[in-house]
Structure formats: C-alpha cells, structure tokens
C-alpha cells in the first residue's frame, strides 16, 4: 500500500467517524423500538403481579411501547428469575420480583441465580409491610399480651403464612426465635388469601401476611389487626399501630416488589426505566391506589436498591439458617 493510499484511507476513516458513532447513538436513543417483556415469577392475582402490572401498564405509556407481563410462577419464583436471567440484556426482558428473589439463595440447595451477579437492579417500585392477625375469639390486644398468651400456652396456638420463605414467614419465626416461642406450630399455605382465611375460620388463630391480603378482614372486623411490623403506620389502616409503638422493636419486616434487569443491561437504560418509575411512583392517582392496596410507593435508585437487597439478604440468612429452613 502506498504512502498516498494509506493518507487518503485514514482521511476517508476520519471522515466516517462521527457519522458511525451518530448512528450508533441514534441505535441507542431509538430504546425501545418493540415491546418490552416483563416476567413475573408468580402466578396472576398476587402483590408481585399487582405492582408488576401496574408498572407494565404505566410504562408502556411514558416508554411509547407496550411492556406486556408474562407469568412464569414455579420454584418460589425461581423459575421465572433463572428464565429472566438467561435473557438478553438488551433492555427488552424485565423481571418484577419479590422478596423471594434475595431470600430464595439462603433455602435452596441448588438455586440458579445470584441476585447481584446476574441481575442490574432498576428500582425498588414498593413495600407493604407484614401485619399479625388473629381470629377474635383470641384474647389478645396487642402483640405484648399475644406474646404473653402463647408463652402461658405453647401447645394451643399455631400460625398460618402465606408461603415457606416469604418474609411474613421469616417474621414469625423471627419473633418466636426472639421470646422462646419454640411450640408455637407454623401452618404453611400456597398464598396469603388461605393463610388469610384459615385465620377467619380459627383454624389457626393467628395469621402473619402481607398487609394487603388482610386489609378488609381487618377493617370489618373479621379478623383483629395485633400489629403492623413496620417503622410507621399506613394509610390504608391509621388505627393499625407498630410493633415499634407497641414496645417489640425489632421484627419490622415488608414484602418487597423491585424490578431488575439481566445482569450487562446498558446504564442508559437502566436509569431510563429509573427514571420512568420515579415519575410513575410521583403520581397522585398512583400514590393513592398502591396506599389503597396497603402498598408504600419506594422507586428508589439502582444503588439504592442494590444496598437494600444485599442488606435483606444478610438479615434474613440468620434468619433461616436459625429456623433450619430447607427447600429442594
């Protein structure tokens, strides 16, 4: 190659590179350019699907392109995170999960995901706090005397919780790791609303849930609110006071839903979808159905996010290594 061919070659390169990189950067200002799919790893109906649909809905407004839910439940929610996980970190699968998804790692002995390697976390959406129920019939005003209670009668009571692993769950076994409340027997369902009716029924007179579920037990009355396991009252039930106002600190506990992307996910997107939840949780009509639900707007930033989960996953270990709790 000659002296001449070689100058004119690096002048026409020259020349080319802000055209390439112009273009390269309309790719990436043209997100999204076709419909955004956001896995929910449960089944339709329950919070996670709730906040995830409410979010698939406000997006694909402020996006300009459908973001669709597709429910892939199985595992606790494994299934649709590990499905989630193998995806292209394009921007165009988005996972809605729960708590679960920085618990799960501490109960199964064989779990395909790691929650801070694999995925980029975008925001956590929102948080209800857990809540103890108990049937009317149960003498117990508040959470010192429900506590009292069982301690005087180790073998009559039991609980019911919505799933094995939920927070709920790791709330109650807290709690009877923290007062020697070894008796009191645990009653596992599949989802909330049982867990919610077998304390309607005295089945088991006490209940630990998300607050959603129980929200209108509570407020007719079919079920007596003992305590919300939360740092400050909500909305949805004023007269609800804490476990901290009542003089139990420690057992505060939410169930989260968040929403991550595959690990590799570029920056610029992820603080689009930030961004865009952050003007969603702003929104008053929002702001009024998630406090209707018994639900705390968050929209917290990815690195907000990513310390929360890192910090769950700490305290909830102890947790179920404590408890002994093993799933296959």
Do not use: C
Request: charged share 20%.
């Amino acid at each position: 190659m000659t002296r001449a061919l070689r100058r004119t070659m690096l002048r026409l390169a020259l020349a080319l590179t802000p055209a390439l990189l112009s273009g390269a950067a309309s790719a990436q200002n043209a997100y999204p350019d076709h419909k955004i799919r956001m896995i929910v790893p449960f089944a339709a109906g329950g919070p996670t699907d709730v906040i995830g649909r409410l979010v698939a809905e406000r997006l694909s407004e402020t996006l300009g392109q459908q973001v669709y839910v597709e429910n892939l439940p199985g595992a606790g929610g494994n299934l649709g995170v590990e499905t989630a996980k193998r995806a292209a970190p394009d921007g165009y699968t988005i996972v809605a999960v729960s708590t679960g998804f920085i618990i799960n790692p501490s109960m199964y002995a064989k779990i395909g995901y790691d929650p801070i390697k694999d995925f980029a976390p975008i925001s956590l959406v929102a948080a209800s706090p857990n809540v103890i129920t108990v049937h009317p019939s149960v003498p117990a005003k508040n959470l010192k005397e429900l506590i009292d209670l069982v301690k005087a009668k180790p073998d009559a009571f039991s609980y019911a919780q919505p799933s094995t692993g939920s927070t709920p769950h790791l709330a109650a076994e807290q709690m009877k790791q923290m007062f020697g409340l070894d008796k009191l027997t645990m009653v596992p369902f599949n989802g909330a609303p049982l867990a919610v009716n077998s304390a309607l029924g005295n089945h088991t007179p006490i209940a630990f849930t998300a607050l959603p579920p129980a929200i209108g037990a509570i407020k007719d009355g079919s079920l007596k609110g003992i305590a919300l396991l939360a740092k400050r009252r909500v909305a949805a039930l004023p007269d609800l006071s804490t476990n901290i106002e009542q003089g139990v600190p420690g057992l505060e506990s939410d169930t989260l839903t968040g929403i991550v992307a595959p690990a590799g996910t570029p920056p610029a997107i992820v603080e689009q979808w930030h961004a865009a939840i952050v003007k969603m949780a702003a929104d008053p009509a929002v702001r009024q159905k998630l406090d209707a639900l018994g639900f705390v707007p968050v929209a917290n930033s990815p690195a907000e996010f990513e310390e929360r989960i890192k910090s769950e996953a700490a305290r909830w270990d102890k947790v179920v290594k404590a408890a002994g709790i093993h799933m296959d």
